[in-house]
């Protein structure tokens, strides 16, 4: 615990010092809720709540509310439908209200492989999305790799490393739309608790413009547990 501590304080002074030289240091805080299934009960679910900061732990300007029911089909392949709520704010002036909202449903499949330490996770996602009352589609695909450090898996007292990088299609001419990648260090308290530390990238792209921000990524993980359960390894997997 004191060691995940430090590792947070120190991420914090770097980012703080980041911060007062380039601008494009920004925060996402992620906490879910997530019911997994397991071999005895197939249906499981989550809620997730996500704020983001223009600057380092500062400047809110958006936040993002969804859930989703999940089905088993088995125990390394997942089904999951989503609907959520994205708002984004000008950080300058919040009382102007939301410059954007999006409404969004989603259909999703997620593959796990186990080989020892090593743990990947594939998603393909499938999206329809009402952007300011304009419908779009998009299409996902990331790849998550767990590494655990002091276990062979992430169960209780074990340290990991994540890291991710997803891409997002569109089907309208150009069809490359946005890039994220992340590196994270992560801590599982017990059957429940689970925090992620770690730097995020997102690079959008649009004809004539591009950009990308670098963020800092703190994620809080509460996994429900029910009474009886067949246990079985899952990975600690950020939602969004």
Do not use: C
Request: avoid cysteine.
């Amino acid at each position: 615990m004191t060691k995940f501590y430090s590792f947070l304080l120190v991420l914090m002074i770097t980012s703080s010092l980041a911060n007062a030289q380039n601008s494009k240091v920004g925060t996402w805080g992620i906490a879910t809720v997530v019911l997994p299934g397991d071999s005895a009960h197939k249906w499981g679910g989550y809620t997730e709540l996500q704020t983001r900061t223009n600057g380092a732990f500062s400047q809110f300007q958006y936040y993002e509310v969804k859930a989703g029911a999940s089905y088993d089909l088995d125990k390394n392949f997942t089904a999951l439908v989503g609907t959520g709520r994205y708002t984004t704010y000008d950080y300058t002036d919040l009382d102007k209200g939301p410059t954007t909202t999006e409404t969004r449903l989603w259909e999703q499949i997620t593959s796990n492989q186990f080989l020892d330490r090593l743990k990947l996770e594939h998603r393909y996602r499938v999206e329809q999305r009402w952007v300011n009352g304009l419908y779009r589609n998009r299409f996902r695909y990331r790849l998550n790799v767990f590494v655990p450090l002091n276990n062979k898996k992430i169960v209780a007292k074990t340290w990991f490393i994540s890291v991710f990088d997803e891409i997002f299609l569109n089907n309208k001419v150009p069809n490359f739309e946005r890039n994220r990648v992340s590196a994270a260090l992560g801590y599982q308290f017990d059957k429940s608790w689970i925090v992620q530390a770690g730097w995020l990238n997102q690079y959008n792209y649009a004809p004539g413009v591009t950009a990308d921000k670098d963020n800092i990524m703190l994620m809080l993980m509460y996994r429900i547990h029910r009474k009886n359960a067949v246990q079985r390894e899952h990975v600690p997997t950020t939602t969004d």
